[in-house]
């Protein structure tokens, strides 16, 4: 799945408040295997780095383009 394929209505329900939040990223492999990375992670051991899809809450949340 490409960055362009992760955003709009299918991203949103696959993956959740992750398609819409600032603190999302998009990992890619050399496999072409694609997992959501939450940068809120790195400093707040409450976040997990690669949490499980679809996320419908989180506390963290802040809206934002996300799969940057």
Known sequence: MSTADTRG???ERL???CARCRHARVQT????STFWRCT???TDPRFAR???LPVRVCPGFEAGSGSR
């Not at 492999?29 to 072409?32: E, G, K, M, V, W």
């Open 9 to 11: 209505t299918d991203a």
């Open 15 to 17: 993956v959740g408040l």
């Open 29 to 32: 492999t050399a496999r072409a």
């Open 40 to 42: 809120r992670a790195e």
């Open 50 to 52: 690669y949490p499980v």
